[in-house]
């Protein structure tokens, strides 16, 4: 299908968007995309952030709280990017047939899709002939960001790091750590009952991996080595 991408974008039938969280991971599309390139985006920087407050009204279908321990509620952190001018961080390249991107933005409910160029790109390998728009998505900063615990979902984050060991190695696990920022946000462990909606299977070596890159992460204020348990 690759040899159909030129023919396809000038048709004007595709659109590509920069994943950097858990759209690098393939098992976590729900759309039936065009291809997928390993990649680097220059001038951006990946953090940690508080899901910010959005209306239900506003956004059909929004999650609400999750319920954490003791009987109190949570909204959990996402990932996000902002620009940067001397940072740059690994991801995948999705193509995707534009037809899908409605289904893309409702997923990406809490972000702003923002337009790069194929200059913005480096590639692992030979450069993609594509000729089509190019987006990456960014978190609503203009709305207030949720009050209480905002930990990182384990199952969320299971799904990342995965997909960031799949496309890139145990160095680019690594390099996903390094390159994110506020890593010190509390993780709540849900791994055995999963929260997130496209939560994925582990094998033992992958649970070991990044346990271990986990540990490399920087530790910041009084959340140093902080898990938040679901029991």
Same mark, same amino acid.
């Given at each position: 299908?690759?040899?159909?991408? @030129?023919?396809?974008?000038? +048709?004007?039938?595709?659109? #590509?968007?920069?994943?950097?969280?858990?759209?690098?991971?393939?098992?976590?599309?729900?759309?039936? $995309?065009?291809?997928?390139?390993?990649?680097?985006?220059?001038?951006?920087?990946?953090?940690? @952030?508080?899901?910010?407050?959005?209306?239900?009204?506003?956004?059909?279908?929004?999650?609400?709280?999750?319920?954490?321990?003791? #009987?109190?509620?949570?909204?959990? +952190?996402?990932?996000?990017?902002?620009? +940067?001018?001397?940072?740059? $961080?690994?991801?995948?390249?999705?193509?995707?047939? @534009?037809?899908?991107?409605?289904?893309?933005?409702?997923?990406?409910?809490?972000?702003?899709?923002?337009?790069?160029?194929?200059?913005?790109?480096?590639?692992? %390998?030979?450069?993609?002939?594509? #000729?089509?728009?190019?987006?990456?998505?960014?978190?609503?900063?203009?709305?207030?960001?949720?009050?209480?615990?905002?930990?990182?979902? =384990?199952?969320?984050?299971?799904?990342? !790091?995965?997909?960031?060991?799949?496309?890139?190695?145990?160095? %680019?696990? !690594?390099?996903?750590?390094?390159?994110?920022?506020?890593?010190?946000?509390?993780?709540?462990?849900? @791994?055995?009952?999963?929260?997130?909606?496209?939560?994925?299977?582990?094998?033992?070596?992958?649970?070991?991996?990044?346990?271990?890159?986990?540990?490399? =992460?920087?530790?910041?204020?009084?959340?140093?080595?902080?898990?938040?348990?679901?029991?």
């Amino acid at each position: 299908m690759i040899k159909d991408l @030129r023919y396809l974008a000038d +048709a004007g039938e595709l659109v #590509g968007y920069f994943g950097y969280g858990s759209l690098v991971n393939r098992a976590t599309l729900r759309t039936e $995309i065009v291809a997928a390139f390993p990649a680097r985006l220059n001038g951006w920087r990946r953090t940690w @952030r508080p899901q910010p407050v959005m209306a239900h009204a506003a956004v059909p279908g929004a999650d609400p709280a999750i319920g954490g321990g003791a #009987g109190k509620a949570f909204t959990p +952190a996402l990932l996000t990017a902002h620009r +940067a001018p001397q940072a740059a $961080i690994d991801g995948l390249l999705v193509i995707d047939l @534009r037809a899908n991107l409605p289904a893309v933005d409702a997923r990406e409910r809490h972000y702003h899709r923002r337009d790069i160029g194929p200059g913005d790109l480096e590639f692992y %390998g030979s450069a993609p002939d594509i #000729g089509c728009t190019l987006h990456v998505y960014e978190a609503r900063s203009e709305l207030p960001s949720a009050e209480g615990a905002t930990p990182i979902l =384990r199952s969320y984050l299971d799904a990342v !790091m995965q997909g960031f060991c799949t496309e890139f190695g145990e160095d %680019g696990l !690594m390099r996903f750590v390094a390159e994110t920022d506020d890593f010190y946000t509390p993780i709540h462990e849900d @791994r055995h009952a999963p929260l997130y909606p496209r939560s994925v299977q582990l094998s033992a070596r992958e649970i070991d991996l990044f346990d271990a890159a986990l540990g490399q =992460r920087p530790i910041g204020q009084s959340m140093r080595g902080q898990v938040l348990s679901d029991d």
